[in-house]
């Protein structure tokens, strides 16, 4: 690699990866921006991942590999970007691949409106039984006028609903050491997405999302049940460890505290969804004792939440135990789409939007509204 500094690092965190790995960094060596760099943090694989990197920075110069012992995601993530160089940082999950013409894109606008960062669409892949891939465009914006223009986060939390899939798009490097923008370092990979996204949005002054699909996000089983006890706390962890780096930062605080508390219930009740049932209880009332007491400290901002959201929570809060039982009682056994779809239309396109995303809830939940 030459000694002048690449326009993008890539890094990549690397566990156990080698069903997929060669398929990922084939396409990251395949962009049309040619002056990147490839971060490969193999943190402890027991596969043979390690000598893919090594068999693939052997022929390409602009491949370093760091290999570590196991640290998580998080961990991963700080070593891959703190080993970096680039201009601007990417992440590349290694099961999941880019399109050729990625980070040429982002960069060249990224650079034409000195962006903080830079994000884009990306497209949902799955496998079928005969392993051909198919691929469905995902929009990340929750509305379509904040698409190609730069957009300021201080100025307008509603930003903060954009999805937050990090590795849609690209950082400015020098922006992420002057505010010391990390991962949580939790064990494993528990959702350490958010605490990175979430800082990133309170320090970003100018932004931009492009409305084109470029990272091929390889969608495992969204819908599976957490049944170990060790994983039921780690979203509410992950938000633990959010809500203490903003209070380090009162200025932020103050700024961004309602949009915090807002978003935290949007996560927390995916995870709970997902919770095996006799994890439920313990985990609401967990929720409950933290949303308590953030009412208690007028810390919620009502205007940010639809009405049903805030009935939920606060049914939450008097009585997360009566919660649980209603929610079993009403489900009596049926699935929730059926459930859904006795509530009716929108009630399906919720159902979708939760389990599936914006694209195939417009295109399932909508087409059933539109009839």
């Given at each position: 690699m030459s000694n002048t500094t690449p326009k993008v690092?890539?890094?990549?965190?690397?566990?156990?990866?080698?069903?997929?790995?060669?398929?990922?960094?084939?396409?990251?060596?395949?962009?049309?921006?040619?002056?990147?760099?490839?971060?490969?943090?193999?943190?402890?694989?027991?596969?043979?991942?390690?000598?893919?990197?090594?068999?693939?920075?052997?022929?390409?110069?602009?491949?370093k590999v760091i290999d570590k012992p196991n640290g998580g995601y998080g961990h991963a993530m700080n070593v891959g970007m703190s080993n970096a160089t680039g201009e601007y940082v990417g992440i590349l999950e290694p099961d999941d691949y880019l399109k050729?013409?990625?980070?040429?894109?982002?960069?060249?606008r990224a650079i034409q409106d000195d962006l903080d960062f830079i994000r884009s669409d990306y497209y949902r892949l799955t496998t079928d039984a005969e392993s051909i891939d198919h691929l469905e465009k995902e929009p990340i914006c929750n509305k379509s006028s904040y698409y190609n223009k730069v957009l300021n986060p201080q100025d307008n939390t509603?930003?903060?609903?954009?999805?937050?899939?990090?590795?849609?798009?690209?950082?400015?490097?020098?922006?992420?050491?002057?505010h010391d923008i990390k991962f949580n370092e939790s064990p494993g990979a528990g959702f350490q997405d958010n605490g990175f996204w979430f800082q990133?949005?309170?320090?970003?002054?100018?932004?931009?999302?492009?409305?084109?699909?470029?990272?091929?996000?390889?969608?495992?089983?969204?819908?599976?049940?957490?049944?170990?006890?060790?994983?039921?706390?780690?979203?509410?962890?992950?938000?633990?460890?959010?809500?203490?780096?903003?209070?380090?930062?009162?200025e932020l605080c103050q700024k961004f505290i309602g949009i915090f508390e807002y978003k935290k219930t949007h996560n927390c009740e995916f995870a709970f969804s997902r919770l095996a049932d006799e994890f439920q209880l313990p985990f609401l009332e967990r929720y409950a004792a933290e949303y308590k007491e953030a009412f208690d400290n007028n810390e919620i901002d009502e205007k940010l939440f639809w009405p049903d959201e805030l009935k939920r929570l606060r049914a939450i809060v008097a009585d997360p135990k009566a919660y649980v039982n209603d929610l079993r009682n009403s489900k009596d056994g049926k699935s929730e789409l059926d459930l859904a779809r006795e509530k009716g239309k929108m009630a399906v396109f919720s159902y979708y939007l939760k389990e599936e995303g914006l694209a195939s809830a417009l295109k399932r939940g909508l087409s059933s509204i539109c009839r």
């Open positions: 690092s890539v890094v990549m965190p690397i566990y156990n990866a080698e069903p997929y790995l060669e398929q990922a960094l084939d396409s990251v060596l395949a962009q049309t921006l040619t002056d990147i760099e490839i971060v490969c943090v193999n943190d402890g694989s027991k596969d043979t991942s390690l000598e893919t990197m090594q068999r693939y920075a052997a022929n390409d110069t602009r491949i050729p013409d990625m980070y040429e894109k982002l960069y060249n509603d930003l903060f609903n954009i999805r937050m899939e990090n590795w849609t798009g690209i950082y400015k490097r020098s922006w992420l050491v002057e990133s949005y309170c320090w970003a002054s100018k932004i931009a999302v492009l409305d084109e699909a470029f990272y091929c996000y390889r969608q495992d089983n969204a819908a599976s049940s957490i049944n170990q006890s060790n994983k039921v706390f780690v979203m509410l962890d992950e938000y633990q460890w959010i809500e203490s780096w903003l209070r380090s930062n009162p």
